[in-house]
């Protein structure tokens, strides 16, 4: 039987409503983009705030079971910012969307997959990361730049030791953070990989290390050498076709050595903001071709059919189905 394609790289966010959990700092709601996101979600503020945060993710699930090429997404939960004592610190942490609201949620939909988040400076992170298991994690995601946790740490080898243990994927974002008010995106360096690599830890670096530059060099050429050392080094090809990185796509590609670790993530909500549209490449697809790829209507379909139309091959959509940790088929 073939393996499903799996999009393994979706977010949802969430205000709190139906006693979800779900927060977001004071200034990301006021900012634009938060209400860009939601619409993009297809929810106001309004209906969370009557049905629940679940309603987002219930036309999620609806949004992906429309489609011809997505068979399931992994969506991701959003640990915070934590304080010197190792707790939740509110005031830092911008989006937080806990780990038992969403597993609780993905048990509801057969084609949603739980994708953890365990900041792991928390004093109980292996506990937490323990339960995540139980509670039918595929991977852990971080986004170390806003949790302010640094991948090189040597004091996370008991994480990554226990992540290895567990078999549980560690996705981190590499790469310059856009989405928030604030960033340390030295923490976002792809070389900062290299101890998790080295304890056993299935890393998958998000975003391919697309954007931005530490000591001097570009994130993507301090990311390649890493695959040569490690065959436990993946990457997603998630916002690659974004309107602030045209061309990013085709520039990973040219490394052909990559094309066996390349992961099919989309990176949800973007393919529904605009921010993706085919009309943006279309110096590299032609008139004809962007137009009947943009007027595909199912996000996920569209944008299956534009990465292919611009050089991704097939088996990249199907691979994530051999790195997850996958209880069963979707």
């Known amino acids: 039987m073939n393996n499903p394609v799996i999009d393994m790289h979706c977010h949802v966010a969430g205000i709190g409503a139906g006693g979800s959990g779900c927060f977001l700092s004071r200034a990301m709601e006021r900012s634009w983009k938060t209400r860009f996101y939601f619409s993009a979600f297809g929810v106001t503020e309004a209906e969370l705030q009557r049905e629940g945060d679940g309603l987002l993710i219930k036309r999620l699930s609806r949004r992906l079971a429309e489609s011809s090429r997505v068979q399931a997404a992994v969506v991701l939960a959003l640990d915070g910012a934590v304080?010197?004592?190792?707790?939740l610190d509110r005031e830092r942490t911008e989006?937080?969307?806990p780990n038992d609201y969403l597993s609780a949620q993905c048990r509801m939909y057969d084609n949603l997959l739980f994708g953890a988040s365990v900041n792991p400076l928390r004093r109980d992170a292996l506990e937490r990361l323990d339960?995540?298991?139980c509670d039918g994690a595929v991977l852990v995601k971080w986004l170390p730049s806003i949790q302010g946790a640094d991948p090189a740490d040597p004091k996370l080898v008991?994480?990554?030791r226990r992540l290895a243990d567990l078999g549980l994927p560690l996705l981190v974002h590499t790469g310059e953070e856009e989405s928030f008010t604030r960033a340390d995106n030295s923490l976002a360096d792809p070389a900062r990989l290299r101890l998790a690599l080295e304890n056993g830890v299935t890393v998958i670096a998000a975003h391919c290390a697309s954007n931005g530059r530490n000591d001097g060099q570009r994130n993507l050429s301090r990311l390649l050498p890493l695959f040569t050392e490690f065959p436990n080094l993946y990457a997603?090809?998630?916002?690659?076709?974004?309107?602030?990185r045209i061309g990013h796509l085709q520039k990973v590609l040219r490394h052909c050595e990559l094309h066996d670790r390349l992961l099919y993530g989309s990176d949800m909500p973007l393919p529904e903001t605009g921010l993706t549209t085919p009309w943006l490449q279309i110096f590299s697809l032609g008139f004809g071709a962007a137009r009947r790829l943009a007027a595909i209507a199912n996000p996920w379909d569209r944008d299956v059919a534009l990465n292919l139309a611009l050089g991704l091959p097939e088996p990249v959509l199907t691979r994530a189905a051999t790195v997850l940790r996958l209880?069963?088929?979707p």
Do not use: C, H, K, Q
């Open 95 to 97: 989006l937080y969307v």
């Open 236 to 244: 997603d090809i998630s916002a690659l076709t974004l309107a602030n």
């Open 83 to 87: 304080d010197g004592r190792g707790e």
């Open 131 to 133: 339960r995540a298991a």
């Open 327 to 329: 209880p069963s088929s």
């Open 158 to 160: 008991p994480f990554y």
